[in-house]
């Protein structure tokens, strides 16, 4: 189901997939930056697979590794129980996107907790400094209806362009085309898992927002379109910035 015949559906998302989604943000101390190099990138994302478990993490053996294929190297180790569902993701310098569903009571509650403090320590040993990593407690809001599930995965999706486009969101783009190859190129980001490119399928759980957003290459096509028309004012109270 692409995102044009999602407006006119007759029936909620909500109704359709029984399911409470929320996006959580959470950002470094005094805007601090949270990844210094390619390492910290790898690191976090093996967090989102390793910490998404309701059973305690013990081998931290890892923390200084330096693998671009990290994710990929450790995820055949263990069968998980998972607390949550990961549907999309964007780590930006500063602060992280993501888009979440419990699979457990209190999923996202325990699984923000692990992801944060195992990342801060990690942080914390390999630059060696001490105290808080994070401004504070993640930020998080219920996706509420189906207007909001259209925008917020291309909006999460789309925030690497501040890195070369900060005008983006008032649409003020000279050049949408090579945004969008700059997007497909940016590998901390969920957004090459749906568009064919296999990133970290072992991270992201990708069915419920493929069912949305439809094939690989309409969601290509229409990430291209949203670029130049999204309306952030509809999801104004979702982007926690």
Known sequence: MRPRDLRCHETSLFALY????????????????????SQDYSRFVYDLYEFNDQERVVDLSYRTRNSRDIVSH???KKKRKL??????????????????????????????????????????FKYKRTGTLFEGRFKSVTVANDA??????Y?????????????????????????????????????????GKKNFPSVISTSFLSEIIGSVDSYKKETLEWLNSMDLSVIKNLLLE
């Open 74 to 76: 450790e995820t055949k």
């Open 83 to 124: 607390l949550v569902n990961i549907h999309c993701f964007c780590l930006m310098p500063n602060h992280y996107h993501l888009l979440l569903s419990s699979k457990v009571e209190n999923g996202i509650s325990l699984f923000m907790k692990k992801l944060n403090i195992g990342y801060a320590k990690y942080f914390n």
């Open 18 to 37: 029984y399911m409470e989604l929320f996006h959580t943000l959470n950002r470094g101390v005094d805007k601090r930056r949270i990844f210094l190099d």
């Open 155 to 195: 909006y999460i999706h789309l925030n690497p362009l501040d890195l070369i486009a900060p005008t983006w969101r008032e649409r003020k783009i000279n050049n949408s085309r090579k945004a969008v190859e700059f997007l497909e190129n940016y590998r901390w980001s969920s957004y090459l898992d749906y568009i």
């Open 148 to 153: 909001h599930l259209l925008y917020l995965p």
